[in-house]
């Protein structure tokens, strides 16, 4: 089975969560998940950049459960991130986000990019680094 997302902690605090352009299964979405929520396992402060520019849109029962997962782990993200970058050129990835967000509200700050470069910039703005 194929990653819908691979995530790349090498440059800890910063964590870079790429979506592959697999199509969203209920197995590889719920690791996507899974190992996103791994991701907090250290107990220190981070920050996150998502590289959607290869991400295809995920089933609406697969955007439910990225809602409830934000639902879910809001208290962890408050604690330990420190915000998180999107980088979207897709008009129609961007307009999937703003559906997760409209069934649950983002916890932590957040920008959407269309550059990777820029949500780099913006994120080594935060103070971790």
């Known amino acids: 089975m194929n990653d819908y997302a691979t995530i790349d902690e090498s440059e800890f605090p910063l964590i870079r969560i790429r979506f592959t352009g697999e199509k969203s299964t209920d197995e590889n979405f719920q690791r996507y998940l899974s190992q996103t929520r791994d991701c907090y396992r250290h107990k220190k402060k981070l920050a996150i950049i998502f590289d959607a520019r290869?991400?295809?849109?995920?089933?609406?029962?697969?955007?439910?459960?990225?809602?409830?997962?934000?639902?879910?782990?809001?208290?962890?993200?408050?604690?330990?991130?420190?915000?998180?970058?999107?980088?979207?050129?897709?008009?129609?990835?961007?307009?999937?986000?703003?559906?997760?967000?409209?069934?649950?509200?983002?916890?932590?700050?957040?920008?959407?990019?269309e550059k990777e470069s820029e949500a780099e910039k913006w994120v080594r703005g935060l103070g971790l680094f």
């Not at 991130?81 to 409209?102: D, E, H």
Request: one cysteine or more; a positive charge.
């Open 54 to 113: 290869e991400a295809g849109i995920p089933a609406l029962s697969h955007q439910r459960m990225q809602a409830d997962w934000l639902r879910e782990n809001r208290g962890l993200m408050q604690d330990y991130c420190q915000g998180t970058a999107y980088v979207i050129p897709n008009k129609v990835i961007r307009a999937v986000l703003r559906v997760i967000f409209s069934l649950q509200k983002q916890p932590v700050p957040y920008k959407i990019f």
